[in-house]
């Protein structure tokens, strides 16, 4: 709109001297040519802006039938679909401005106002919209394959991973001289403390942790968080715990609360869990009976196995934080490895037990995510898992040619489990 304007200011007020050389490049097809050419460009880049429209809202059906709902918003969230939609709409509006300035100049002449020098970019919007729709056409095929859609949430889950862990909230323990972690929870504190009321119904989508550590700090507080990113947060209950109660009042609570961020949806952004969920429902909707597509469970474990190893190496922050004078003031724990790894291997076990392909990759997966972290809890419930596999596979009266590969590979599997125990004792 604004570039309209300032073309058809810029025609008001030059000739043909003005420009100079540029006036070969610039083509004067008249008032009724300016009219028909605008009213084309408008007409058709409306009619393929609403085409466009509809492949995006079609191709977001395939892929929430397909892939699961919460992938809808990778097409949301898409820059390049963002940039085509917008290309056509500006297009229309542009040629739409242009088209209403062309006029008689008086009611006493037969003198027409036609910018040409605007008609003119408006042939060169139209010309590059065509390219435009090119773009989208292989864009929207590509956006919708398995290992685009998987590696953009694993991506998001790797991303997420590299902010929050090892990120700290103050001061761990470990750095403060006499810090006790656990023990210097007051007492009183779930009994007594003053609880901190959520003001609306949703997803934790965020904690502005830096800013919550500030509050507690400067109100000489301790705050104790009842939530974390991905929780689900009721209108009236609590979210956090205020310690002493003597010192809580309206501006401390208050700057609790906008330091917890809660949304219609779960976000991706400080949530492990989210990311780690969308590709475990991408591998669960695949080996549904309606679906019965293995290969793309395993393409979702491939992505799962590639960003549960990145968290396994990395250390979980510890719940408790201090500030720089060694007093505790925030408690808030992140989800930990050993829960990702229980919901995962529990939906694996129960709908992948038809599908030896899909275990075997399972058992990869906890060997790889082992092999990244020594600790003895992670491979402990690995092995549990793997153990877990093999006896809901064996109940379902598979071939003995599978149930023996599977065995094979899932006593390999303790025997590298057990193997880095012993190497991280």
Known sequence: ?????????VDRRIDERTLGPIT?????VGEAGSRDLLGAIAGSTLTVAATTFSITIAVLATASSTYGPRLVRNFMTDRANQFVLGAFVATFLYALLVLRSIRVLGNDTDEVFVPHLAVNVAVLFGMLTIGVLVFFIHHISESIQIWTLAGKTRSELNAAVDRLYPEQLGRAPAEVENAAGRGDVPERLDADGTRVLAHRTGYVQGIDEERLLTTATSHDL????????????????AIAVLWPPDRVGHEASSAVIDCVTVGQARSPDQDVEFAVLVLE?????????????????????????AGLARLAGRSSPSPYRYDDNGQLRVMARRVVLTDLLDGLFDAMRVYAVDHPRVLRRTLELAEQVGAASLQPAVLARLSAHVAR?????????????????????????????????????
């Open 1 to 9: 709109m604004v570039l309209a304007e300032a073309l058809i200011f």
């Open 24 to 28: 070969v490049v610039i083509n004067r």
């Open 222 to 237: 301790v705050v104790s968080l009842l939530v974390r990113p991905g929780s689900h947060a009721i209108d009236g209950t």
């Open 281 to 305: 429902e991408m591998a669960v909707r695949a080996l549904s009976p309606g679906t019965n597509d293995p290969y793309t469970a395993v393409n979702a474990l491939d992505d799962l196995a």
């Open 389 to 425: 596999v093999i006896e809901a596979f064996e109940r379902s009266a598979p071939q003995t040619c599978d149930l023996v590969e599977l065995r094979r590979q899932a006593d390999d599997v303790q025997h590298s489990l057990s193997s880095l125990n012993e190497a991280g004792r």
